[in-house]
């Protein structure tokens, strides 16, 4: 009989992805309300979020080549 040691594992990364994706709610909220109060101009408050998921989109092609 095969004896699954991965099992604590599991449980583990499972609450790793769920802190993970709670931080990056916050972070999208979060940023959103100090771009507005930093920003000369309301409507550059989410600029620089946008911007990272654009360099993101634009490095995944190369980086998978």
């Keep these: 009989m095969l004896r699954d040691s991965n099992t604590p594992n599991v449980g583990l990364l499972a609450a790793c992805q769920a802190l993970a994706n709670c ?3 916050l972070m999208v909220a979060i940023a959103a309300l100090v771009g507005q109060n ?6 550059l408050a989410t600029l620089p979020f946008a911007l990272q998921f654009v360099g993101i989109m634009a490095t995944t092609v190369p980086a998978s080549l």
Excluded at 38 to 43: E, G, I, R, V, Y
């Design 23 to 25: 931080c990056n709610v």
């Design 38 to 43: 930093l920003a000369p101009d309301p409507s």
